[in-house]
């Protein structure tokens, strides 16, 4: 008996037409899941930030609280402060340095220093024995939050003009829980303004006399969160915003007497 034979079987290839098919499919596929995929993770960055923000209120009332350790505000008295003794607490520079003694820049870790925003620029360094006004967190263009500056100076009017008057703190300050205390900006604006990145404050609405912040180049805010900023309160809460300076509840003509 003879053997039979067995002939090979050939698999089928793919067409051309079913290999452009399920090209197709997977570029939607790829058309749905990307945008949810960077959706997700910005939402993620967003409540990450406010987090951070949330933090920084809170430290500000224990910061204004406490009777000592104010930084230089201690000159005029146990419960003085100034916003700049803050903000050198938080980014841990001048008098508030917690690292060896160096004369080069040392970086900040990314997701340890509560003021760098998460969708902010990553890179960013300090140096000792600098104060914040002087430039010792940067460089200025990563820097991603900013210090209400009616906070740090005030206008006062001499002759109906207005003129810069240096702002110290203290436990009054808390009865206005809805002033704005930190916010995101955007520090590339801050230095094509020719201003510091680490304040902010907007112009105030037509209807009151002109300040020193009228000529808007201090307000330098970034829309970095989907279009929206966030913004932490003197009283502890954050909230979000694509108009800031339009929400009723947000006491941005706030300055201390």
């Not at 000159?75 to 520079?93: A, L």
């Not at 900040?108 to 000792?128: E, V």
């Amino acid at each position: 008996m003879c053997p039979r034979k067995r002939h090979p079987r050939h698999r089928r290839a793919f067409t051309l037409i079913e290999v452009l098919v399920a090209i197709s499919i997977l570029s939607i596929l790829f058309a749905i899941l990307v945008p949810a995929l960077n959706s997700g993770r910005d939402a993620a960055r967003s409540l990450k930030c406010r987090a951070q923000y949330r933090d920084v209120a809170f430290s500000f009332v224990d910061f204004v609280s406490r009777s000592s350790h104010h930084g230089d505000g201690e000159q005029w008295g146990d419960s003085i402060i100034k916003i700049e003794d803050f903000q050198e607490s938080i980014y841990r520079v001048h008098e508030f340095w917690d690292g060896p003694p160096t004369t080069e820049r040392v970086a900040y870790q990314p997701g340890k220093q509560p003021l760098m925003c998460p969708a902010g620029a990553d890179l960013l360094d300090r140096r000792a024995e600098t104060p914040c006004s002087s430039g010792a967190v940067g460089p200025a263009p990563n820097i991603s939050s900013g210090f209400n500056k009616r906070l740090d100076s005030k206008t006062r009017f001499v002759g109906g003009n207005p003129f810069p008057q240096k702002v110290y703190l203290n436990e009054k300050v808390l009865m206005y829980p809805d002033a704005p205390l930190v916010l995101d900006v955007d520090g590339k604006k801050a230095v094509a303004n020719g201003v510091l990145p680490y304040y902010v404050a907007p112009p105030l609405p037509n209807d009151g006399p002109p300040d020193i912040y009228s000529n808007g180049l201090s307000w330098i805010p970034s829309f970095r969160h989907r279009g929206q900023v966030n913004v932490a309160f003197i009283g502890g809460h954050v909230l979000s915003s694509r108009s800031p300076l339009t929400e009723p509840w947000w006491r941005w003509s706030y300055q201390p007497d």
